[in-house]
């Protein structure tokens, strides 16, 4: 469907690009030297010469599998939403909250009138691209999962608190766009949170994309959540693709595709994140082609089903290559059948 | 009413932000790496427990729980010592930012061994107050299981069941061992209403099997309201209750008063803003006059989605609200 609004922006993408959601995990050596930073035993300067070294490297590693969008890992990011807290004047950064099993995350909470800052990305998003000619998201979080992701003291309910961070992301986009960015993510996993709180989240989303809609190609990263609740309603975003975690649920979205058909792009998550297993090439292939038989070639795109940053650095890039290798054999075989109709 | 106890609700976070209170989360990376074994993972975990109890005792509340520290989730934690039940993938617990993990069920439900007896009695030895215990409701755990086997393919009644009369085994088995308080958790109940006949079902079979221990329903996450004439009539001893998903559940109860004693959820444990105690006392003055006994000062539901010292502010608001009133009244 988007494929002439990537060939209008410069995007000559070629069938079912491969990408990554945006996390990759940190080198060791980055880590320990978070943790150095925090207690003040390094300095700023020498922390984001680690950072800039990890970055360098998952952009050449991404580039040595062949991926065709690539993502600049947020190797100076902890977690997505605390990352933007930590940098919006109105919040401020809270204790630890557990995710799931041993996780847990600094929510933030929102304790004054939300501002955009000034770039919050722009300069990693810009050194990332420098490195390479292949195409690098600019990856943002998205005012409903940044609002659901915080706890609330200052904005009298939550549609409030959406539309105030969703004027804030719309200058971060706008900066970003400014700066060359030609594909922009912008994360709302919790969308599916309250299905009735959808129509928020496509508010927000206009607001975020007002006037910018023709100026870059947008995708919406969701996850883990109840995407029966919000499907097909939340098709009515205004973003071009939906990248959707799908392995981890069975690939049960796509008997909800076959009842209502999907009318946009969509990414597909042909990799379960939350396993220690790389899946071998078969069963990825597999997922792909279980997806193109409700998705037309034109519409797909394959990555993970999440960031990647919970992994150790071997299977992440273990499943970053069977993703590419089960494509390019999919892909194969769609170019010897000739055009889709 | 003639009494009002601050109690806890149910879970308290595991970790806080100093490295003393990161111990656990440690132990269990630890452990995961196979740098420690079990007994070592075990010992920490009870060492948090009997913190976690000590920190609800100093803030002042009635009844404590060990803030189910050792729990992965609300239903792995239970499920994997279940007959016929394995554990699969992550998804998001209601609408909150917590991921649980589904019990995968291919065949009949069953208890087979002690769940959460070792624990309860760590924590009994700690406390110098009432332990209360927590089961994920029976209709809950059904409601988000993943059913592999034609025994329950669309019939969530004999699921229910099914885990009721599993966790029937457990209750009796606290129950020797002197639990007093049991709090039954359905909040999977306030988006399915009609299923209403189904929870009153698994609790029968729970009241049966609860001998001298009080049995609690907890309700969170949604609207009770539409189900307050029916949750009225059902064989628990006491109702907790969730106001801050509820708009009119206080105008209800302050009009038509309550046959059961209430735990009344008036504190927000989703959100950080502390309430004001002259807010609380108001709403309370509301409602005493239609209440009989004695009833619990709580959260709306666990603390484990706050921060470690925004839940622990929480409860000490409980229990100085709880004291103001008692004072107030005196």
Known sequence: MSRGKLKALGLDLPLLP????????????????????????????????????????WIRTQEELGMDVLVDGEMYRGDMVAYFAERLPGFEIGGLVRSYGNRYYHKPIIVGPVEWPGPMTVRWWQFAQSLTDRPVKGMLTGPYTMMDWSFNEYYPDRKSAVLALARAIHREVEALIEAGARIIQIDEPATSVRPDELPIMVE????????LRDRAYFVTHMCYGNFEAVYPDMLKSPVDNFDLEMSNSGLDMLEHFRRHPYTKDISVGVVDVHTHVVEDVDTVERRIRAALEVLRPEQVWVDPDCGLKTRQVDEAIGKLRVIVEATRRVRRDLQASGPSA | MEALWPVIHS????????????KLRRAIADWEQ???????????????????????????LAI?????????????HLARKLANVQIDGLLRYFDTNFYFRQPVVSGPVQWKEPILLREFTVAQAAATRPVKVV???????????????????????????????????????????GL????????????????APIVATALEILAENKGPARLALALYWGDIEPLWSHIQRWPVDMLVLDF??????????????????????????????LEDPAEVLRRLDRLAPRLEGTHHLTTSCGLELLPRDRARAKIERVARIAESFAGGRR
């Open chain 1, 18 to 57: 491969t990408t990554a959601v945006g996390s990759y995990p940190k080198p060791p050596e980055l880590l320990e030297a978070r943790i150095q930073f925090q207690r003040g035993a390094i300095s700023r300067d020498r922390l984001e010469e680690l950072e800039r070294r990890a970055t360098e490297f």
């Open chain 1, 204 to 211: 927000a989303m206009e607001v975020v994309l007002d006037g």
């Open chain 2, 11 to 22: 879970n308290y976070p595991r970790i806080g932000d100093s490295p003393e209170e990161q």
């Open chain 2, 34 to 60: 196979k740098r420690i074994g079990d007994d070592e993972l075990r010992q920490v975990e009870d060492e948090v427990a009997r913190q976690v109890i000590a920190e609800q005792e100093r803030a002042g």
């Open chain 2, 64 to 76: 404590v729980s060990d803030g189910m520290v050792r729990w992965y989730c609300p239903f792995s």
């Open chain 2, 135 to 177: 089961l994920t409701g029976p209709y809950t755990m059904a409601r988000y299981s993943i059913v592999q086997t034609p025994l329950y393919l669309g019939r969530i009644e004999r699921l229910t069941e099914d885990y009721a009369v599993a966790w029937a085994r457990e209750v009796r088995q606290l129950v020797q061992a």
């Open chain 2, 180 to 195: 007093s308080w049991l709090q039954v958790e359905e909040p999977a109940l306030l988006h399915h209403p009609q299923d």
């Open chain 2, 244 to 273: 801050t998903y509820s708009p009119r559940l206080l105008d209800v109860i302050a009009a038509s008063g309550s046959a059961k004693p209430l735990g009344l959820g008036l504190i927000d444990g989703r959100n950080t803003k």
